[in-house]
């Protein structure tokens, strides 16, 4: 995945797209190539993709839509969050704008017995139409974010992950050559407070994919373990703990 971090800096939200530009059919084959070629978070969650005309679902945006369906198994949220933003990236890279859809909805709730998870709008976009100076993204300070000291440059560019209505909702604490990351439950946002923790936890899934493109550019390699999200009343929901390693060795 550490091929994809340059369109860290490129990627936006596209929420307008050019009608007159249209995917081709090379780009299609490219965007399939690439879905049978995403690394999951976790092996053992069945998921499959679609790949619909906008018309055929309630979007607004895009010229296509792409479906992920998944078990539901525990982090199968935290899975569609961290495949999908493989795609959105891929999408930059190929001059192809992307936007999370949570609201949009499909007919098609059920896939090969799978459940319907969320879905990214998609179509053919110019390059004035992706981010050309990351420092104008409104996000949360670093010293929000991250508690602890680590290499900046990683801190820095997990920064930029994309959210539900820009909720944000993650928390770092780094000690040494062991990094957690946790889901806040203190989120306020315009979205319904009961759809939160289903869109938070795939925001959760972004921002690993986020951290790992990051860690893996900055030549650390690292061992992780998911956590489990359950209900919980905690202010912060454990999600996932890297133990860091550099290529020379453990820090």
Request: aromatic share 12%.
């Amino acid at each position: 995945m550490e091929d994809l971090y340059e369109m860290i800096f490129k990627r936006k939200s596209v929420r307008k797209f050019d009608e007159e530009l249209l995917v081709s059919e090379k780009e299609m084959k490219a965007i399939k190539n690439k879905i049978e070629n995403l690394v999951p978070l976790d092996n053992d969650i069945r998921v499959k993709f679609r790949i619909v005309k906008r018309t055929e679902t309630t979007s607004k945006r895009g010229e296509y839509c792409l479906l992920m369906y998944s078990e539901r198994k525990p982090c199968y949220l935290l899975n569609a969050g961290y495949m999908l933003e493989q795609m959105d990236l891929f999408f930059a890279s190929q001059d192809i704008g992307a936007c999370w859809y949570a609201l949009a909805k499909t007919t098609e709730l059920k896939y090969e017995g799978l459940d319907y998870v969320i879905m990214m709008a998609f179509g053919k976009s110019r390059p004035e139409h992706f981010r050309k100076d990351l420092l104008k993204c409104n996000r949360k300070d670093s010293k929000t974010l991250w508690n602890g000291e680590f290499n900046q440059n990683v801190v820095d560019v997990v920064r930029y992950a994309p959210s539900a209505c820009n909720t944000q909702p993650w928390k770092v604490v780094s000690d040494n050559n062991c990094i957690k990351v946790y889901r806040s439950t203190l989120i306020r946002s315009f979205m319904p407070a009961n759809k939160l923790p289903y869109y938070n936890s795939i925001d959760m899934g972004i921002f690993l994919c986020f951290l790992e493109i990051a860690l893996k550019h900055s030549n650390y390699a690292f061992d992780r373990t998911l956590g489990i999200e359950q209900n919980s009343n905690e202010e912060n929901i454990e999600i996932a703990t890297y133990n860091i390693y550099t290529v020379l060795g453990k820090i």
